[in-house]
């Protein structure tokens, strides 16, 4: 009979440091088999070969190998589907528990309960715990216990809760002999899971810069400056520690605090109303008469609207799967707002190309623009893409970075006039609300 053990399965939590659900595992008692499964379930919804997200994550899971092997372990990396695996685990080893980290995602949530029903079976428990937000589902609600559907709100009593207590860090640096003992294997390769390596793409550095950090609220406007933190994909991904990000920004400033609580605000949306995955928060916004013209989406996509910065950012976005977040909102503003274009389009292809995709953050800031969402901007705002650039981008620097046959001939004129636009918007809209205030009657 084999020596019993525990799994830790990395999901959203790829390092070793600072990790609770693998603290959990490491204190259980049995040597702990550490885990990570390319989910055949998702790699195959993925439309390109040489998706940037999965070579920084196949580039994160390597690093946590070799730092693995250091400690005379390694880490077990499969390539399949999670039920699948851990089937198979269970009867290559005695698996007294398998842990892991909470996800919030409907698709993930609905993925646990599976494993869970499959571990059952095997009379295997399914340990998970809160790792990737300080305050989880309803830890941070209304004093009925309703959640929060407005930020301002939300924000206040999260600040409220938060003590030392809730930034503890686990302290798995000193568990680390045990870690079952393997011999070395390899990671398997990009190629043998139908990827290809691209070695000219680069990844953000995970590591703070405190001086961006602290002059923060005065560049992060500013898309042709390094001005924000671009921690957004190891957030993703779990290579850094949010109790980690939560105490530097409590020492360095508040304004990135807030950014990390409103991350966590739409985590919490997202697990409440399920619904936003697919339809308007606010449902009076369910049948807007969008036009959804597909040329004029292929222009948006590409680059081509004739709107300096919206062209800017949709290259960026294009070369580099990351979109300066102002850029974000006047981009997406722009779809929604001067296209008439439904925002789940729009969603979906920031949901394809964005290096930081995150459901909840990617969902709540769409909603946000388009007016249909929770603590939504009012429908009438409309964001002016010329104001916008003369605002942030005064110089065209970043615009002439990315669109630099901007005032030539080569050019196109605008796809559509801003005034005419704005008024149509706000005609659609008056309507639709108006319409369904009229069923509710």
Known sequence: MQEPIVVF???????????????????????????????????????????????????????????????????LVEYGRPLEVLSSLSEKFQVKAVYANHDYEPAARERDQSVVDLLQTKGIPFKTYKDQVIFEKGEVAKDDGTPYRVFGAYKRKWLGKLSAENLSSFDTDRLQHNFIKTAPKQVISLESMGFKVNPDFTFPSKEIKESIIKTYEQTRDLPFLPGTSRLGLHLRFGTVSIRKLVQQALELNAVWLGELIWREFFMMILYHFPHVAHRPFNKE???????????????????????????????????????????????????????????????????????????????GNWQWCAGTGCDAAPYFRVFNPEAQSKKFDKQQAYIKKWVPEVGTSDYPAPIVEHSMARLRALKVYKTALAQARGLER
Request: proline letters at 3%; one cysteine or more; aromatic letters at 14%.
């Open 9 to 75: 399965w990395f999901r959203r939590d790829l390092r070793l440091t600072d990790n609770a659900g693998l603290f959990h595992a490491l204190t259980s008692g049995y040597p702990v088999l550490p885990l990570f499964i390319f989910d055949q379930n998702i790699l195959g919804q993925l439309s390109s070969p040489q998706d940037r997200r999965v070579q920084f994550i196949h580039s994160a899971v390597t690093a946590l190998h070799e730092e693995l092997l250091a400690l005379n372990s390694s880490l």
């Open 285 to 363: 916004y369910e049948h807007l008469a969008w036009l959804n013209d597909e040329e004029q989406f292929v222009r948006w996509c590409a680059g081509t609207t004739g709107y300096p910065l919206v062209d800017a950012g949709m290259r960026e976005l294009n070369a580099t799967g990351f979109m300066h977040n102002r850029v974000r909102m006047v981009a997406a503003s722009f779809l929604v707002k001067h296209l008439l274009i439904d925002y789940r389009w729009g969603e979906a292809y920031f949901a394809q190309h964005l290096l930081d995709y995150d459901l909840s953050a990617n969902n």
